[in-house]
């Protein structure tokens, strides 16, 4: 592999909503650069960029793909990331690495969701990006249309740098403004350079004079030529244009279909003269490995090396691989590292360049450049490798906090284990999701992003882990408390010949406030309960409080005072005031009307204006309470809580709801006094459930 110099570099992402041909655009850019002798299909499977299991089996993509190819003697690593929501984690670990994007949407369904929340991702790190309306070749393409919503929705600065020759099954070619030239297809990917057709001139003038005009604005001595009536060269032009799209006050538009490989030369162009080398960032963010203090670092070959892990891989057939974009210095087969954010010393192994799943053997990854490498010990996603004098770790990725969760079991008994240590082995390639073990409960409950994410970390368990898991609703950590005064004898007496068991203890409770917790209270006079049984009784209530009186669930915010009691010489022991204890605390807890009490949500709700009577409405339709709304940039806030038994699977229905443009967030509130119906069904289950213990 030849080294090409940090200029000659470009880092880039495909971003943009499901199914608007992302990872066939990569496809029609690897052929046409010579990395594959034909066109993949996501369909058949076939592509460079999806190639694991489950994105062949559900026909989309899961991971984040990478490759390489080299355009006007540059060299360009892509990667295509999921459009799914679910799988945003893949994005947002490839962030940081790239220094451009390429917004992906579809000619006959304009700006979606998923478009706009990665815009806003782009966003948030300043990156530089062009949008490609895909899928001009559809039936219901249309130019206008997606150009008007990309500029609504997106913003004005989004500006077509080409305009389409025909659509639907007249797309054939498109017509650079700038150049003032037309490229016309033949159905196989090769194209003809020719004229502009007189029937679309007009047009193209006066998107070229609009260009004009802009690029004057941007760049003062050009806006004074401009003013002054000079006539702007092609190349003050097209360097005016490159310069506010680095800058971010211009989003050139393209047009392509991606499947017909119609229009991608061009873009491929694009990518080269308008987003910037990774020279573009002389310094980065950074923070002291020891202090975590925040500072710059300088960027570059003459840097000391800094690297940043975006991705992770283990398989059988691959090893564990570990991607990561070099931005100081650089990196050679065995040289020593420092995982500053595992604080251990790493050796490099074998190096690579990454085709999809091919590897290309490679002794150096110099600055600017994307590679990866086997056998690092530490290294996994979100790590920094560095020279261990300069000791900095690069910021964490803000991943979604988990939206849906679910109950796993084994569908074999004595197969847990396996499923905690799979699935801590799939977390180090996926940081998104979470695995919680409940002993209250007694349950594991798996967290992520929506359906699909779980159901793919379930199938990658199973094929790596041979681990079958079912899924059931999570049980509700819900408590019981009193809400009235009670007291009440707890009295065990047995006589079996030789010595008896003989406890007696008269017990006080009282409710506190909410999170109030617990206390116990020692009222004993006189010794008629001798101080040494006390905390066997403390230790019965407090048994009994784990185990729950009314409905099997754990007693909160409760004072226990003992008063009264007896004992005997012989017969009293330790074991036997438990048991006293036990059974005076659930008398008092029946006579001191017991309610069962469920966890209550804070929740914020964001969507767009349009949903918010939909959203409102099904959230008084869980028992939600309104607390208020605020505007958040172009969206609405919903402030609401709502009980935690009413949210199950909320995130896939708020989704629907809002055509994928709602998000939630939720955290614990309160406990909550459950409505009488609700509270009768949980103690006819745990009644069921005593009486069939019983049998």
């Not at 001139?201 to 002054?228: C, I, M, N, P």
Request: aromatic share 6%; with cysteine.
């Amino acid at each position: 592999m030849k080294k090409y110099g940090i200029d000659k570099l470009r880092n880039v992402i495909l971003v943009g909503h499901q199914a608007s041909g992302k990872t066939t655009l990569a496809e029609a850019m690897l052929h046409n650069a010579g990395v594959t002798s034909r066109m993949g299909r996501v369909e058949d499977g076939n592509t460079v960029m999806d190639s694991s299991p489950e994105e062949i089996a559900k026909v989309i993509s899961i991971d984040s793909g990478v490759a390489f190819c080299e355009i006007a003697k540059t060299k360009v690593t892509i990667i295509d990331t999921p459009g799914y929501e679910d799988f945003v984690g893949q994005t947002l670990s490839a962030l940081p690495v790239v220094e451009g994007a390429v917004v992906v949407m579809s000619a006959d369904s304009g700006v979606e969701a998923g478009t706009v929340k990665t815009w806003k991702y782009l966003d948030r790190y300043g990156l530089p990006r062009v949008v490609c309306v895909n899928k001009m070749d559809k039936e219901h393409a249309n130019f206008e249309k997606a150009l008007e919503s990309a500029q609504a929705e997106l913003g004005a600065k989004v500006m077509p740098l080409q305009i389409p020759i025909g659509s639907g099954d007249s797309f054939k070619g498109v017509i650079d403004i700038l150049k003032k030239k037309a490229y016309v297809y033949k159905g196989d990917g090769k194209f003809a350079e020719t004229d502009v057709p007189d029937e679309l001139r007009e047009s193209a003038d006066e998107w070229l004079q609009k260009l004009v005009d802009f690029a004057a604005e941007t760049d003062d001595s050009l806006l004074e030529k401009f003013l002054g009536g000079g006539e702007l060269s092609d190349e003050e032009l097209r360097k005016g244009l490159a310069d506010g799209c680095i800058a971010g006050t211009l989003v050139p538009l393209y047009v392509a279909s991606a499947a017909k490989n119609t229009g991608v030369h061009q873009l491929m162009d694009a990518i080269v003269s308008m987003l910037p080398s990774p020279a573009w960032r002389a310094e980065i963010d950074a923070l002291s490995a020891a202090s975590k203090a925040a500072k710059k670092i300088k960027t570059g070959p003459d840097a000391p090396l800094a690297a940043y892990v975006f991705k992770y891989v283990s398989e059988k057939n691959v090893g564990d691989l570990c991607f990561f974009r070099v931005f100081g210095g650089e990196m050679t087969v065995g040289a020593d590292l420092y995982d500053s954010t595992a604080e251990s010393s790493e050796r490099t192994g074998q190096l690579y360049n990454v085709q999809g799943k091919n590897r290309i053997d490679a002794s150096f990854v110099e600055a600017g450049d994307i590679g990866a490498a086997v056998k690092l010990r530490s290294a996994r996603v979100n790590h920094t490798l560095c020279d261990k004098a300069l000791n900095i770790v690069f910021p964490g990725i803000p991943y979604p906090e988990p939206m849906l969760a679910t109950a796993i079991t084994a569908k074999a008994k004595g197969e847990e284990e396996k499923i905690s240590t799979g699935l801590a082995k799939i977390k180090e390639e996926d940081p998104t999701f979470r695995l919680d073990l409940d002993a209250e409960l007694r349950q594991m409950v798996l967290s992520g992003q929506g359906e699909l994410h779980l159901d793919v970390l379930l199938a990658r368990l199973k094929r790596k882990n041979a681990v079958e898991v079912e899924m059931y609703q999570p049980r509700i950590p819900y408590r019981e408390t009193i809400t009235a005064k009670a007291e009440a004898q707890g009295k065990y007496k047995r006589q079996s010949g030789g010595r008896g068991q003989y406890g007696d203890c008269w017990l006080r409770l009282e409710p506190l406030p909410r999170g109030g917790g617990f206390e116990f209270v020692d009222e004993i006079v006189g010794g008629v309960v001798p101080g040494k049984y006390i905390p066997a009784v403390q230790k019965g209530v407090e048994q009994t409080m784990t185990e729950g009186v009314l409905a099997g669930y754990r007693v909160m915010d409760i004072r226990v005072s003992i008063f009264d009691g007896s004992y005997h010489a012989v017969d009293s022991s330790d074991n036997a005031f438990k048991v006293a204890g036990s059974l005076g605390f659930k008398a008092a807890v029946l006579k001191a009307k017991p309610v069962v009490l469920e966890p209550i949500m804070n929740i914020e709700v964001l969507v767009p204006g349009d949903f918010m009577g939909d959203v409102m409405g099904d959230l008084s339709s869980r028992r939600g309470k309104i607390l208020g709304m605020e505007q958040e940039d172009n969206m609405q806030k919903i402030k609401a809580q709502a009980p935690i038994a009413e949210l199950h699977r909320y995130s896939t229905s708020l989704r629907s709801m809002t055509q994928g443009r709602g998000t939630y967030r939720q955290a614990f509130s309160h406990y909550e006094e459950v409505p009488h119906d609700v509270a009768q069904k949980l103690i006819a289950a745990a009644e069921a459930t005593r009486s069939g213990e019983e049998e």
